[in-house]
């Protein structure tokens, strides 16, 4: 092994706000804070990270010219009711769950990147 994963870095134009965002999808604390730079550690350990990118030319889904790039996911007990708290938080359905054929839905949070909620 030559290291180990030390944060999901997401660009965006406004760090601050996507890690309140994603602090309440997932729980936890800000650790750093400033105006370009945010680390946000999940109840969980994880440890992501917000840098600003004034000029973020956000993914389309699902547009291969505007992809995706990485994604994460977000595990819940109940989609249709993770389903609620997100969109209540700023996140865009983006993709179902195909009347329930799958275990998980597509959404963008507010600075337009692409995450799922998935039961597993």
């Known amino acids: 092994m030559i290291g180990k994963l030390g944060s999901v870095v997401l660009d965006c134009p406004d760090p601050k706000a996507l890690a309140a965002f994603y602090a309440a999808v997932m729980g936890?604390?800000?650790?750093?804070?400033?105006?370009?730079?945010?680390?946000?550690?999940?109840?969980?350990?994880?440890?992501?990270?917000?840098?600003?990118?004034?000029?973020?030319?956000?993914?389309?889904?699902?547009?291969?010219?505007?992809?995706?790039?990485?994604?994460?996911?977000?595990?819940?007990?109940?989609?249709?009711?993770?389903?609620?708290a997100v969109l209540a938080l700023g996140a865009t359905l983006l993709e179902d769950d195909h009347d329930g054929k799958r275990n998980w839905r597509v959404f963008a949070d507010p600075a337009g990147h692409p995450f799922c909620l998935c039961v597993y």
């Open 28 to 84: 936890g604390d800000v650790e750093e804070a400033d105006d370009d730079w945010v680390v946000l550690r999940a109840t969980d350990g994880v440890k992501l990270s917000f840098q600003r990118a004034p000029h973020l030319v956000e993914p389309q889904w699902p547009d291969p010219q505007r992809p995706q790039q990485f994604h994460i996911d977000v595990a819940v007990e109940n989609l249709d009711a993770a389903q609620e």
